[in-house]
């Protein structure tokens, strides 16, 4: 920590943002290096959830045009993507990617 004669601009604040902290402590004005979380290991449940969602992002490609086609009709008129429909459908077991 160290202590600064004021909080520096919004505009230096966003440059700095990822490198340094700055905050109030007891209303004085302080920069410290930005925390950073320890790195954990994964675990198997997450490892094999990368796994799955690796497998389908490598599947998406090569989706027919008429899939996207329903897919995209399906999807209008909501916020959706055709890529969005399609990993619901897939996530939820409503469709087999094998």
Known sequence: MARI???????I???????LDFYC????????S?????????SPASTAASATWTDYAKTVPLTSAEI???????A????WTWK????NAAYNHLISWS
């Open 68 to 74: 996207k086609d329903e897919a995209t009709e399906a």
């Open 13 to 19: 604040l966003a440059a700095f943002r990822g490198l």
């Open 25 to 32: 402590y007891r209303n004085l004005p302080c920069v410290r």
């Open 5 to 11: 004669d004021k909080i520096p601009l919004p505009k």
């Open 76 to 79: 209008a008129g909501t916020s």
């Open 84 to 87: 969005d429909l399609l990993t």
């Open 34 to 42: 930005w925390p950073r979380r320890p790195k954990m290991p994964r």
